[in-house]
């Protein structure tokens, strides 16, 4: 079994396996979610705006990339996730591309007489070219 990021110490690192963003997933979450922007519903659309395509929306870059590290047993042994911090999209992820994440354990903090730990940690999606689309810092 994979450790979990908890398990970890500060300065460790997890990488996650990938996910590829197919167009039914993509329907289905704008529908769900009400992402109702015209550049999430055609590449016309998209490219009208100057975007290479149809995109994926953002918060569903993000989800996809928390499931990552839930599918990888990163997060295995977490009680709540209490704040995310710092939250940069930082390039466009389209239908068709993949995505992986990159995890560092940045902080430990025992409580409750050291039967709990407080986790900060750093996590990057990447896309298929090795390029970060996103990053952020979790507890």
Known sequence: MALTISQGQPGDTFQTDS???IETEQTKFC?????VLPVFASDEAAMAKGWEKRLIPGVFTLSCSVGLMEKAGLLDDVL???????????APVYIGDSIYVKVELVE??????????????????????DKPVLEAVNT
Not at 108 to 129: A, L
């Open 108 to 129: 430990k903090k025992s409580i409750k007489e050291g039967s709990r730990n407080i986790i900060n940690y750093k996590f990057t999606t990447y896309n298929q070219n």
């Open 31 to 35: 529908e769900i979610t009400d992402q």
């Open 19 to 21: 996910k590829k963003f």
């Open 80 to 90: 709540a996730f209490m704040a995310l911090d710092k939250l940069r999209y930082l």
